[in-house]
Structure formats: C-alpha cells, structure tokens
C-alpha cells in the first residue's frame, strides 16, 4: 500500500520510487529465449522496482542483464555509463597545500569544456587564484562532453607570491595565513575526472598540480577529460576456478543467490593473503581493523575463523592495545572506531568456542577501553538533544535516569572516514574528534558489552559490573542525545563549545543501534521503517551533501547494506529484508564481483572516487545474507541458535552443508517462509530452543519447517536522492550576523549555542554581544532539508585571557612562523613532558580552556602522529587534549585543540599539561606538537 514519510524538516510527501509495490509472492515471468536453443524454463519474479528487476536466475536493468547459468557460472552484459552522456559543465576550484582554501563553499569555478572552432582542445581564460569564474557559454541540450578532451588550466599566482615576497605569508579567504616556508603547491580539484574534490589527497593524484616551468607566476596544466580508458567495464562471465569444496555449500531453489554465494566463496579464498591474514580488497592491499573486524562479524568468523584470528592479532600494538586505522588528523583519538576488533575477537570465540583465545583478546580490549575512557569519553554529554550544554540539576527531566552518569563517546564516524564526505568543510580534525557519531557510539556500547561478558565468563565480576554499567550509559547518551524526531537517530553532534545534532540518517549506525540493542523494540522498528531508501539501496548518509562526489556521500556500500537486511530482520520488516537482498544481489551480479560501493543516485560502480573488486566486507554481507538472514543463525555462548528468516518471494526449500561450529559439523536444511518455526530437529529429534548446543560434536542433520506466514510490514521509506543546501558561512560585524544566499534556500534558521534560536527568511540578523554565545546558520531548502550548520562564531563582550606559554616554560628555536607573544613552546616524548600552567581567573563560572598549536608531523587525512596529552587540576583530571596533524611539515599552520569545559572558582589555578601511558597514539614514538598559548574563555 502506499505510505507517506517525513522528510527532514517535517514535510510531508508522497512516497515516491516504488513506494507502491508490497512483495507478493513470487511470479512466474518468461525468460527471453536464445533463437536456436531449447527453450529456458520460466523463472520466478522475486523483487522489482522501476531500477531493476530481481529474477531467481537474473538481474535485469534496462538493457543490462547478469544471469546465472549453473551454480558456478555468471554472465553479464553490464557497461558502465560513466563515459557515456558526460556534462561538459566543468566545476573546479584551486588549492594551497591541498586545502579547500581558494574560496568559500559554493563558490566555485565553472567552464563549459567545449574547444572553441579551429582548436581541438578547451582553455581557461587566465584565471586569477581567489577570483570567480563562471562561464555563460549555453550548453544545448543533447551537447556532452567529447572523449579524450583535453582541457588546459591557467592560473595567475602572482597575487600570492606577491603577499609570500611582501609580508611572508598570503592570507586565504578565511582568515588563515599560509606562510612562504609552508607553500608546497598549488593544485586543482574539481567534479569530472580526472578531477576530484579529494583536497587532501590532491598531492597524490596525477596531473592535479599545477607547475610554472618559466617562473613568471603563471601556473599551468593540461588535463585529459572523458578518457574511455576510465570507464571501468567488467568482465563479462565469472566461472567458479577455485575449489571452495571445504566451505558451506548451499543449494535452493534460485540459481542467481546460489550462484552470487559461490561467488563470494571464491572471492573469499582470495581475500586471504600468503601469510594468512585477509586482504581488504582487490585494490587495498594489507589488515585494515574495521574492514576485517565488521568482515569477520557478518561471515569470516563462521568461515575463516584461523585467518579471522591472525587478522585481528595484526592489528595489535606493541603496547598491547587495538590499533586504530589511520585515519582525520593522525588517527586516534580523532578515530575511535577501532572498539570494533572487540566485537570481531567476541564473534570469533562465539564461533569456535576457543578459550585460548578468549584469554588472549581479553586484556587487550580491557586496556584499550581504559584508554579510551581517558581520551574519549565525555561526561559532559549528559543533555538531552536540543537542549543547553550543562544542565542543572533542576532542569533534568523527572525521566532521566536518577543517578545515572550518561554519556557519549568521541570521534570520527566508523567507517566513514574520508571527512569531506561526511563532515561539513569547516571542521578540522580537532572538530572531528570533539564530534560525537552514532555509529562509533553504537560501536563503543558493544564493546563495553563484549567486555562485561568476557569479564563474566573468566571470573572477574568487578569488571564484568563496571563494564555493564558503562554500556548502560552510552546506550543511554545515544538514546537521549542523538535520537531525532524523525524515527531515526542523527548523524552526531558537531559543534566547538557547544554541540548540535546532525539530523541526517547514518545507515550503519541504525543498523547496528538496531542489531545490538541501543534501539528497543517500538524504537527499533521505527528506525527501519523510516530511516530514507533509494532505488539502489539505502545509502551511507541522507539527505547527500552537496559539491561532493560519490564515494561516502551519495553512495550504497554492499556490506552496510548487509547490515541493514540483518537489521531488518531482528525486527521482522518482511519489505526491508527483501530489497536489502536485492540491493546486495544486483551489483554482485552484474559487476561480477563483490564491489566496495556504487553510486546511489544510478547504481554504477565507475561514478566513485575510489572502488575495489573482490572487497572483503561485500563479500562478507552477501555470505551474511545466507548465514544471518535466512538461516537466521545467532552465535551466543550456550549454542548456536536457529531464528530463520525467509521472505515470502524466496519461499520453497534450501540447505546449508558442511557448516563447522566448534566442534560439530551441521547439514541444515530449511523449508518454508516467514520467521515463525513450524518444527525442528536435530537427527530426528526435536531440538529445544531452537538452539544447538556449544558441547555438539561430530556430523549432524538439522531441518527445519516454518510456518509459512506471511509478515506485515511497513516501508522502506522510499525517497528521491536529495542534496542538502550547502553550510552557509557567516560572518558577524556591527551587532549583525550576515551571510550570502544560499541556492536553492526558502529560509535560515539561526542556533544560539546548539539551540534553535529563530527562524528567518532575511541573510541577516541582529545580535547583542552580552554573555559568551556561539552562533550557527542552517540553510533549509523547499522540502525542509537542512545544510549543516555553519561554522560556530562567537560572540561575547569581553576578549578570552591568553596565557602565553613561552612565559610558563622556555620557549623553542625552531623558525616557525605565524605565533603570538615572543614565542611557543614544543612538546614532545622527551621536552617539557610536564607543563606547569598556574591561570588566574577574575570570576567563577564555567570555562572553554582549548590551546593554540602546530602539528606538522603528517597531512590532515591520513597518517598516525596525532599529539595528545592529559590536562589536571591539581591531581584532578579535567581531560584529554588532543593536538591532530595539521599538514607535512606545515609547523606554521596554527589551530586550536578540542575545548574543555572547567567549572573553576574565582582566583589561581594550577594547571598541567602531561603526557600519560594512555596518551600514546597509533606512531608510539613520534608524539609532538609546538603550543602558542592556551586561551581561557568564560562561556557561562
């Protein structure tokens, strides 16, 4: 039936996108027959919507067709359309030292690359850095871009180099000075590739800088656009050349799943590298943790369970703790994902039972939490979503928890670590890690779990106890804090001083909200029925972020959506679950192969900025799918029980051989659809519970008959593919605060320290400094979708006190340029360790203590040298500092750290900055950054 849902903003709309279509039970439709050959029997129908259609033996969109034709054999006519119907409206933008710091956002440069007459080639006029270029040249309508353009770039730097020659430094439109010593090169990133809005990896890409051979501050390169070299085809057939014999086996009625198993099977022997541990993808060679850990969850604990193990020991430090992937800013703590080894090592003794390796992961996930409890977890989280920062006890609502310490956890979001992709541009990576995601949080509250179980089973109640307690309380600040009015949870909470909550849907962190229980019941169920689905899947984040291409934002990940079928299934969405698997079948089938992700908007895998074959956690959710959905297996320490789930339209009769649990060898065959079991029994008899034991040994039989059912379920909620609004970037001068229009916006609302403040159609409004305030600006557009909020801009009637830290310690030699006062201090493994900071405050209230800093250890994306250190009061603990990579070599790149929040009584306070055991980062050797001064500001 057709159903309504609520956009973000509160507009109602008409289900669009195959809203309409409720499963029914599998059709028969004639197969196209081959002039020449036998007929082919007819196939059922299993999933349609107007994108593609699902057969028990084909995929079919538009002209393309995959087809199994036995157990071990695909075929596919798939091309990828990258090429094909190319815009010749180019949009790019110039960059500093791979920085987004030419203009501001939404601003950009654009040409229409069409060669003028006599020319075979497009050119730019002479640009000038910083300065607008919009090219008016109509495009008729059925105009596209021609293969193998070239297109050359001239950009006129002599401004820069000019303010370099003049003053040492050139200032970018946002205020930050860039100085001579620091240019490494200029660099061009823009929509159509070779062109890409990756800033941060422009160093990397081929043809993105710009040379000046001559000298004469005219910088130059030619790129060569629509090469049909990147269209990225396929092969055509896959045939099975593997032996995968010693693997499950599994046999239905529908020869494409059965086929896209084998598959996965082959591409799973492959995934396993000669040293025994897995391989992230085709093309990401090496152990990267949340790939393999959320890999061995959904399948390879079951499949591969030594390899699974050599995988995770990888990824331990010498220091025996989690290593976090590299990652915003130099790694942990600005990524704190890593918590999911925790859940993989849990999976894996679920699995085998294996007591030596219980013992072994233990103390390693005990030591990394406390690590994190230091570095990452806030208690200063403890508010409701839209409410101030710090309530008092009197304005707690009489439902939350008496007693209760709840809060959240910080850090990038899981998986989701490319930050343009997910993160509005004004956040650096000290923003990043003061950010609180669902996901991660959801990842956080698992472990705590795993490691009370742990503690439980080896004998260590205290542990067990504390642990509990702790998962009770982060699954209490998510629940509180970042669920939405949507049916949903937020993306996270972003801010400086004060935090706000991203209203976007993240679809792993509902996937797992749902699966490891953060989302109860009613509130389960509302996640999975409302969070947006697109014809191709349900994508990463909704709404999209404009400006951005495809890899992240405006995309579908196979293995995300894997997780999404599972969570379907705990709570019983019939609906859900089957375009979940159609989601996973369709590329598998006609990409022939496992890809890493696709373009939401039109399902292609060539549209993304980075894609792998053969990846490990895509294939690992399409073994999921048979594993965890239909077989319905949950791996807990007494047994292995059995919850089958089985659309209706993949009725009929399936089995399952040669699957290993611990000491047992089962041949499960299932008959029937639904969720409901009819009967079951293992050799004959009846089994109880549903539930084989943990002591089984030797070869088994267990069948199982469902009810036959048919569940009632709502949704998908089906949406068109939507782009937010761009951030606005405000600016406050004369008691105003004012901004350009945003395309496309019908009105802004204004945020006054997190909270909705007012709501206006005007660029502008009038605020009174008084008291410490942070504003933002969220553009929303037509349908109620909202940008991001803008930058936090502080408004307050008396300056921050600067402590100049040259005067608490002696100041360095380096040359570094860009400092305040008369100089800066470094710290380091070996230099001032210990940073006594006495700061006299005229009044009592609360206080933002933050530090100005230069981290030129590594780029701002990647690498693992983040600095951090532990801020005291006395001996008492006021938190982390966290000091992230702010560029190569880039020491006079200036920014501030995390902000933390002291309650501190009028007069002088002994402040100092240390280094601790748990403040190691992922280097373990190069732990240093150079301080400025630490700023003191009154917020309250």
């Not at 989280?381 to 439902?399: C, G, M, Q, T, V």
């Not at 916006?745 to 605020?767: D, H, I, K, P, W």
């Amino acid at each position: 039936m057709c159903h309504s849902f609520a956009l973000p903003g509160g507009l109602l709309a008409l289900a669009l996108l195959g809203s309409c279509q409720t499963p029914k039970p599998a059709t028969s439709v004639q197969t196209p027959s081959v002039p020449g050959q036998p007929q082919p029997a007819e196939m059922p129908l299993i999933w349609k919507n107007e994108a593609f259609a699902l057969y028990a033996d084909r995929v079919e969109q538009g002209s393309y067709v995959a087809r199994a034709l036995s157990p071990t054999e695909l075929t596919s006519n798939y091309q990828s359309p990258a090429n094909a119907y190319q815009d010749p409206r180019i949009t790019f933008k110039f960059s500093l030292n791979g920085q987004d710091n030419e203009m501001a956002p939404g601003q950009d440069h654009s040409l229409v690359a069409i060669p003028q007459a006599g020319s075979t080639a497009a050119e730019t006029p002479l640009l000038t850095f910083g300065q607008q270029f919009v090219d008016q040249t109509p495009v008729p309508a059925t105009t596209y871009l021609a293969p193998n353009t070239p297109l050359k770039l001239r950009l006129d730097m002599r401004p820069v180099l000019a303010a370099f020659k003049k003053q040492g430094y050139y200032t970018t439109y946002t205020g930050n000075k860039l100085y001579a010593q620091d240019f490494k090169g200029v660099y061009v990133a823009g929509n159509t590739a070779p062109l890409s809005w990756d800033f941060a990896n422009l160093n990397h890409q081929p043809g993105a800088e710009l040379k000046d051979p001559d000298g004469n501050g005219i910088y130059e390169v030619t790129l060569v656009l629509n090469q049909p070299a990147a269209a990225k085809t396929t092969a055509g057939r896959w045939q099975q050349t593997l032996n995968t014999a010693d693997f499950p086996q599994y046999r239905s009625d529908y020869p494409l799943p059965d086929a896209l198993y084998n598959l996965a099977l082959e591409e799973a022997r492959r995934a396993v590298e000669p040293d025994s541990t897995f391989r992230t993808g085709q093309e990401w060679a090496g152990v990267w943790t949340r790939d393999i850990s959320y890999s061995i969850i959904l399948a390879q604990a079951t499949l591969q369970p030594k390899v699974a193990m050599n995988s995770l020991l990888r990824k331990v430090s010498k220091q025996g703790r989690i290593i976090q992937d590299t990652g915003t800013g130099g790694a942990y703590p600005c990524s704190t994902d890593r918590m999911i080894w925790a859940v993989a090592a849990w999976e894996i003794y679920l699995v085998t039972g294996d007591e030596s390796w219980l013992r072994k992961v233990y103390p390693i996930i005990k030591s990394s939490i406390e690590d994190d409890q230091q570095n990452a977890y806030d208690p200063n989280s403890r508010l409701l979503w839209k409410n101030p920062s710090y309530l008092k006890p009197e304005d707690i609502p009489s439902f939350y928890p008496p007693g209760n310490l709840t809060f959240l956890v910080r850090g990038e979001s899981s998986f989701l670590d490319w930050r343009e992709q997910t993160y509005p541009r004004w956040m650096q990576p000290a923003d990043i890690y003061q950010s609180e995601n669902l996901g991660t949080n959801a990842v956080h509250y698992q472990a705590n779990v795993v490691l009370a179980k742990m503690a439980q089973h080896l004998g260590q109640q205290e542990v067990a106890q504390t642990h509990s307690a702790t998962a009770v309380h982060i699954k209490s600040g998510i629940n509180y804090n970042l669920w939405t009015d949507y049916g949903y949870y937020g993306q996270y909470r972003y801010g400086r001083n004060y935090l706000t909550v991203s209203p976007k849907a993240e679809t792993l962190g509902e996937a797992l909200c749902v699966l490891f229980g953060v989302a109860e019941e009613a509130r389960a169920e509302s996640v999975v029925q409302h969070t947006p689905t697109l014809p191709f899947g349900t994508p990463c984040i909704y709404p999209q972020i404009p400006g951005i291409p495809p890899y992240h934002n405006n995309a579908v990940w196979p293995f995300v959506q894997s997780f999404w079928a599972l969570a379907g299934a705990e709570v019983g969405n019939e609906a859900s679950v089957l375009e979940s698997m159609a989601a996973v079948y369709r590329p598998a089938a006609l990409f022939l192969t496992n890809k890493e992700n696709f373009v939401a908007e039109n399902g292609d895998f060539a549209g993304t900025q980075i894609n792998s074959s053969n990846m490990l956690w895509s294939l690992s959710g399409s073994l999921a799918l048979v594993y965890k959905v239909l077989f319905g297996m949950r791996f807990e320490p007494e047994g292995l029980v059995l919850r089958p789930f089985v659309p209706q339209a993949l009725q009929g009769r399936r089995e399952l051989t040669g699957f290993r649990y611990r000491g047992a060898v089962l041949d499960i065959e299932l008959q029937g659809f639904g969720n409901d079991i009819s009967t079951i029994t293992l050799d004959g008899q009846p089994l109880p519970d549903a539930t084989v034991p943990a002591t089984l040994t030797g070869r088994h039989t267990v069948r199982i008959t469902l009810k036959n059912q048919a569940l009632f379920s709502v949704g998908p909620n089906h949406v068109p593919n939507r782009f937010a609004p761009e951030t606005p970037a405000v600016r406050y001068a004369a008691g105003h605060l004012s901004w350009a229009p945003v395309a496309g916006a019908s009105a802004y609302q204004v945020l006054r320290n997190g909270r909705f403040a007012a709501r206006t159609t005007e660029t502008s409004v009038a605020v009174t400094p008084a008291t410490y305030a942070e504003y933002q600006v969220v553009a929303v557009d037509g349908q109620g979708l909202e940008s991001f909020a803008s930058e936090p801009l502080a408004v307050a009637d008396r300056p921050a006190q600067l402590v100049q830290l040259e005067t608490r310690a002696p100041k360095s030699s380096k040359p570094y340029k860009g400092f305040s006062g008369a100089g800066f201090v470094e710290i380091s493994k070996t230099v001032n360790t210990r940073l006594s900071i006495p700061v006299t405050v005229p009044e009592t209230g609360l206080y933002a203590l933050d530090f100005r800093y230069a981290n030129g250890n590594g780029p701002i994306n990647t690498n693992n040298r983040c600095a951090i250190r532990t801020l005291r009061l006395g001996a008492r603990q006021l938190g982390t500092v966290v000091l992230p990579q702010r560029g190569v070599d880039e020491w006079s790149n200036w920014g501030f750290s995390n902000p933390l929040m002291v309650q501190l009584t009028k007069g002088t306070h002994p402040l100092t900055l240390t280094i601790e055991p748990a403040n190691e980062n992922m280097h373990g050797e190069v732990n240093q950054a150079m301080l400025d001064y630490l700023r003191v500001t009154r917020v309250q």
